[in-house]
Nanobody, 118 residues
Framework: QVQVVESGGGLVQPGGSLRLSCAAS????????MGWYRQAPGKQRDLVAL?????????AESVKGRSTISRDNAKNTFTVHLLMNNMKPEDTAVYYC??????????WGQGTQVTVSS
């Protein structure tokens, strides 16, 4: 089992920046990637960015070039951070952290609301 706890989120002005963090606990050695996903009202949950246990990254086209996902290197931890710059109103959504582990099972955090508005 893996537990995921998110932090960050809230109200951001257009053009501003946002930092989201996500810490996994439990059987972290079963995790092969961890990332951030978002879901706007009436839409499906989509990938924003992820990082693998080996450090490879992947970004959605809509955030590429203005977002950076990184991982803490502390031993026996799997904590990731997502920095998003030049935030846009269309970035408004509930953001979820997901840890993908053995057999492709995804463990989700509780979600955090991000609203981009002036």
């Amino acid at each position: 089992q893996v537990q995921v706890v998110e932090s960050g989120g809230g109200l951001v002005q257009p053009g501003g920046s946002l930092r989201l963090s996500c810490a996994a606990s439990g059987n972290i050695f079963s995790i092969y990637n961890m990332g951030w996903y978002r879901q706007a009202p009436g839409k499906q949950r989509d990938l924003v960015a992820l990082i693998t246990s080996g450090g490879s990254t992947n970004y959605a086209e809509s955030v590429k070039g203005r977002s950076t996902i990184s991982r803490d290197n502390a031993k026996n931890t799997f904590t990731v951070h997502l920095l998003m710059n030049n935030m846009k109103p269309e970035d408004t959504a509930v953001y979820y952290c997901g840890a993908t582990a053995t057999l492709g099972r995804i463990f989700w955090g509780q979600g955090t609301q991000v609203t981009v508005s002036s």
